[in-house]
């Protein structure tokens, strides 16, 4: 690849869509205003009657971040941090979300929880999700376990996969090709594809969609140093849905879902290694069903998977070659009914039950192997729980409800929720508030590995939000502030003896607090243009503060030049943070502080035949900004992407 033949594609791009401007509607506002949100309730409702600030990625949103990850796309969210979406391909991603951990962020694919029982935080690993397959995205924030359960602490990110078409026969194919170059190099070659293809298949009864995705990615090293080998990442995903209409008021679907993710791996900050390599192979397959009646609707949702990570780590001092073989299941069946009284009042009454358990065998064996192998890891819950949902006519709405988790080793542990929100009559403002907790039961790591400790208590979460969302200028403007305060007790923290340098999860005996502010601003300026900004403020404990910006703002524009081209462009800051990496050299952890950084992405697309043929242009890191997101961790420059779709 050229790089200044692309430099001069996009340049001609852009330069062509100013001939062709103003063809365009106002497709940009009109999507902004006609949101439709599922996260507060289960169960669809305009955006403007739910009590919280739902940040809900479309269709349209994902088109306009094009080259983009999942996580990278979910990264530009208010009071959102995915650590590690700009190195290599192959780093492991943490969420931290309003100074929280993973561990306290649930997420959902297609109405169902997604959960890794054998990880240390039991967090969905979103490397495995190709955006390619994402429709939509919902970031619902603060405590959230009583509708959705265990791990709900902090955020619940509500992803919807791509559906087929009713009465249609369509498909698509897409190739993208870009660089994978840090801030040193400046490699010309393709070493970032991208490809997959689509079908969908619908009559009155019965819709088919098949996709397949893959990934194949070369250039970095994932550990940041002079002259080390390359670390290879590859990644095939294939989903396949079908779904039948039984009768007007009956309807079946499933899924079948197959993810693989293979790639080198480096041993740590800074330590460069080529023995290590990882393999993840995941199969989710559920049976959902809807049944609607004069007063409401009845689901039942129900997921199985089977996930097995394999870890092949060479340890220097004795030469050896160590396996880690992971395996994990995980079952969930969610029954939930709504049933309207009228047209201002409905409730949502429902029951979930989820079965999780692990096994790890290590060769050469380990005290792991026999702590696992001997002990009952697996856990269950039975979870009855209920929503209350008052939409007035006079801008008062309320949503109460409440969960009694039932787990087999923690016993009963009760959480809710209080959110009322106002439209204050005659003015363009909606107040919003809101009460709730979470519960978060240790992972099966936690509880049983070589650094298990089967006393851990579950961690407690209280949030409280107070907010406001405002139009104006006949719409044109949206604003919304909201803050909130969280309060955690019980809180599992991994603790190394000073003087006999053992290991093991405790509870934290500090009751940790974290608060802050998250803004957001959309604006239509003139027609076919949309600016969007939004900004968090965090004040976090001591005990909290690792790679948390305390401040940190993300921009971007889009402009619809004609009904045919598009521009996108995103900007992000963020504030310097504290991290601490393990130093092979001297064997004890080092504490630093990591500066803060400024990024640019942009892109254009162009249809060259509408709904037909298109292709875009992106460059990330557009400046070529040195920066850190993980101490010891090589980080992306300026690299470009094109891509061409073909839909049929």
Same mark, same amino acid.
């Given at each position: 690849m050229n790089i200044k033949f692309i430099k001069w594609s996009v340049c001609a791009t852009f330069l062509t869509s100013i001939v062709f401007a103003q063809e365009k509607k106002d497709s940009l506002r009109v999507t902004q205003l006609n949101e439709v949100v599922v996260s507060d309730t289960k169960f669809a409702q305009s955006k403007e009657k739910s009590g919280k600030i739902i940040d809900k990625i479309t269709a349209d949103d994902l088109q306009r971040r094009k080259g983009q990850s999942v996580a990278t796309v979910l990264n530009q969210v208010a009071g959102v941090e995915i650590n590690g979406n700009q190195t290599g391909n192959g780093m492991n991603v943490e969420y931290y979300i309003r100074g929280g951990r993973s561990r306290q962020v649930l997420i959902m694919i297609d109405g169902v929880p997604v959960t890794d029982a054998s990880g240390s935080s039991m967090t969905y690993d979103l490397r495995l999700l190709p955006v390619d397959q994402v429709d939509s995205i919902e970031v619902m924030k603060g405590s959230s376990s009583t509708l959705y359960g265990s791990n709900a602490g902090t955020a619940v990110i509500n992803i919807t996969l791509k559906k087929a078409r009713k009465e249609n026969i369509s498909g698509g194919a897409y190739f993208n090709l870009g660089t994978m170059n840090s801030v040193k190099d400046d490699k010309t070659s393709a070493q970032d594809f991208n490809q997959g293809f689509s079908f969908s298949a619908g009559s009155k009864k019965l819709t088919s969609y098949t996709s397949f995705n893959s990934t194949e990615t070369t250039g970095l090293s994932e550990a940041l140093g002079e002259n080390f080998e390359i670390d290879h990442f590859s990644r095939v995903n294939a989903l396949q849905k079908i779904g039948y209409q039984l009768t007007d008021k009956l309807s079946i679907s499933s899924f079948f879902g197959y993810d693989k993710?293979?790639?080198?791996?480096?041993?740590?900050?800074?330590?460069?290694?080529?023995?290590?390599?990882?393999?993840?192979?995941?199969?989710?397959?559920?049976?959902?069903?809807?049944?609607?009646?004069?007063?409401?609707?009845?689901?039942?949702?129900?997921?199985?998977?089977?996930?097995?990570?394999?870890?092949?780590?060479?340890?220097?001092?004795?030469?050896?070659?160590?396996?880690?073989?992971?395996?994990?299941?995980?079952?969930?069946?969610?029954?939930?009914?709504?049933?309207?009284?009228?047209?201002?009042?409905?409730?949502?009454?429902?029951?979930?039950? %989820?079965?999780?358990?692990?096994?790890?065998?290590?060769?050469?064996?380990?005290?792991?192997?026999?702590?696992?192998?001997?002990?009952?890891?697996?856990?269950?819950?039975?979870?009855?729980?209920? =929503?209350?949902?008052?939409?007035?006519?006079?801008?008062?709405?309320?949503?109460?409800?409440?969960?009694?988790?039932?787990?087999?080793?923690?016993?009963?542990n009760l959480t809710y929720n209080i959110n009322p929100s106002y439209k204050i009559k005659n003015l363009p403002v909606r107040i919003l508030s809101s009460l709730s907790t979470a519960f978060i039961t240790p992972s099966l790591y936690q509880l049983f590995s070589q650094y298990g400790n089967s006393e851990l208590k579950p961690e407690e979460?209280?949030?409280?939000?107070?907010?406001?969302? =405002?139009?104006?200028?006949?719409?044109?403007?949206?604003?919304?502030?909201?803050?909130?305060?969280?309060?955690?007790?019980?809180?599992?923290?991994?603790?190394?003896?000073?003087?006999?340098?053992?290991?093991?999860?405790?509870?934290?005996?500090?009751?940790?607090? =974290?608060?802050?502010?998250?803004?957001?601003?959309?604006?239509?300026?003139?027609?076919?243009? %949309?600016? =969007?900004?939004?900004?968090?403020?965090?004040?976090?404990?001591?005990?909290?503060?690792?790679?948390?910006?305390?401040?940190?703002a993300n921009a971007s524009i889009g402009v619809n030049f004609t009904k045919r081209i598009q521009w996108n462009a995103q900007y992000q800051y963020v504030d310097q943070r504290a991290d601490r990496y393990y130093d092979s050299a001297t064997f004890s952890s080092k504490n630093v502080v990591l500066s803060s950084y400024q990024l640019v992405h942009t892109n254009i697309s162009f249809d060259i035949l509408p709904n037909r043929l298109s292709v875009f242009g992106a460059v990330n890191n557009l400046f070529n900004k040195n920066f850190v997101e993980v101490s010891g961790f090589t980080t992306r420059g300026r690299n470009f992407k094109l891509g061409l779709h073909l839909q049929f």
């Open positions: 993710i293979k790639n080198k791996y480096d041993s740590g900050s800074f330590a460069d290694e080529d023995k290590n390599s990882f393999l993840s192979e995941q199969f989710r397959t559920g049976l959902n069903s809807i049944y609607k009646y004069n007063k409401g609707e009845l689901h039942i949702n129900s997921s199985f998977s089977n996930l097995e990570r394999l870890y092949n780590s060479y340890t220097a001092y004795n030469s050896t070659l160590n396996n880690y073989d992971y395996k994990s299941r995980h079952f969930n069946a969610d029954v939930f009914n709504k049933y309207v009284i009228n047209k201002q009042l409905f409730f949502v009454l429902g029951g979930q039950f %989820q079965f999780m358990d692990m096994n790890n065998v290590t060769t050469p064996s380990s005290i792991y192997t026999v702590n696992v192998l001997n002990k009952n890891t697996k856990f269950n819950m039975i979870d009855p729980y209920t =929503t209350f949902v008052y939409n007035s006519d006079f801008g008062l709405n309320v949503n109460v409800g409440a969960r009694l988790n039932m787990h087999n080793v923690y016993g009963e979460n209280t949030t409280v939000e107070v907010g406001f969302e =405002t139009e104006l200028l006949n719409k044109k403007v949206v604003i919304n502030a909201v803050g909130f305060y969280r309060e955690s007790k019980n809180r599992v923290d991994f603790y190394t003896n000073p003087v006999t340098f053992t290991s093991n999860y405790i509870n934290n005996d500090l009751l940790v607090n =974290t608060k802050g502010i998250e803004t957001n601003v959309t604006i239509f300026p003139i027609k076919n243009v %949309q600016l =969007t900004g939004n900004y968090t403020y965090l004040q976090f404990s001591e005990e909290e503060n690792i790679r948390l910006p305390k401040h940190k």
